[in-house]
T-cell receptor, first 118, second 111 residues
Framework: GAGVSQSPSNKVTEKGKDVELRCDPI?????LYWYRQSLGQGLEFLIY????????KSGLPSDRFSAERTGGSVSTLTIQRTQQEDSAVYLC????????????????FGAGSRLTVL | TQLLEQSPQFLSIQEGENLTVYCNSS?????LQWYRQEPGEGPVLLVT?????EVKKLKRLTFQFGDARKDSSLHITAAQPGDTGLYLC???????????FGTGTRLTVIP
């Protein structure tokens, strides 16, 4: 597609439920990132998919969080047994190449999925 | 503990004033980027600085990368209401590719 698409744009769930957030990156982009942003603050790195290499999962805050990227395209972020502190905007971004972000290799973000856990 | 600390956290100024936003770290970054984010949208890249000491200008915005590649600044001249937004610095640690973001500076320019 023309841009990074995320769904749902808004999700309200009850504490303890599982949620899935979807990211459809720009077609042909090799690298895909997930970030979490709370209350208009800075972005917290969650996970980075870099082409065919193993993903960098070092930012996932707990084992309740997992993500996969099927066929090198669409990615799903799953949060199990949601807690109120999981409430945030979850942002996905993609870049053409895996590697240093300079020159033409820029990061393009989606508009995010706002998650509210009651 | 944040890898990239930004200051100030909030800034409210009158149209036409100048301002500087700082992005500091104790770690060395191979490059630093600046983004602007508006409500309900994802961050949009403004600039990437790569070389220590590098200065880049984008119209009324001037970006500088510290000599030691641990810090950066964004200077806006004659701020306009359209400059209002959340400004974020970001960079990969040397040798890594995942991108870490700063704590953010929320700028409001009052007409």
């Amino acid at each position: 597609g023309a841009g990074v698409s995320q769904s749902p744009s808004n999700k309200v769930t009850e504490k303890g439920k599982d949620v899935e957030l979807r990211c459809d990156p720009i077609s042909g982009h090799t690298a895909l990132y997930w970030y979490r942003q709370s209350l208009g603050q800075g972005l917290e790195f969650l996970i980075y998919f870099q082409g065919n290499s193993a993903p960098d999962k070092s930012g996932l805050p707990s084992d309740r969080f997992s993500a996969e990227r099927t066929g090198g395209s669409v990615s799903t972020l799953t949060i199990q047994r949601t807690q109120q502190e999981d409430s945030a905007v979850y942002l996905c971004a993609s870049s053409l190449l895996a590697g240093v972000l300079t020159g033409a290799n820029v990061l393009t973000f989606g508009a995010g999925s706002r998650l509210t856990v009651l | 503990t944040q890898l990239l600390e930004q200051s100030p956290q909030f800034l409210s100024i009158q149209e036409g004033e100048n301002l500087t936003v700082y992005c500091n770290s104790s770690s060395v970054f191979s490059s630093l980027q600046w983004y602007r984010q508006e409500p309900g949208e994802g961050p949009v890249l403004l600039v990437t600085v790569v070389t220590g000491g590098e200065v880049k200008k984008l119209k009324r915005l001037t970006f500088q990368f510290g000599d030691a590649r641990k810090d950066s600044s964004l200077h806006i001249t004659a701020a306009q209401p359209g400059d209002t937004g959340l400004y974020l610095c970001a960079g990969p640690l040397t040798g890594a590719n995942n991108l870490f973001f700063g704590t953010g500076t929320r700028l409001t320019v009052i007409p």
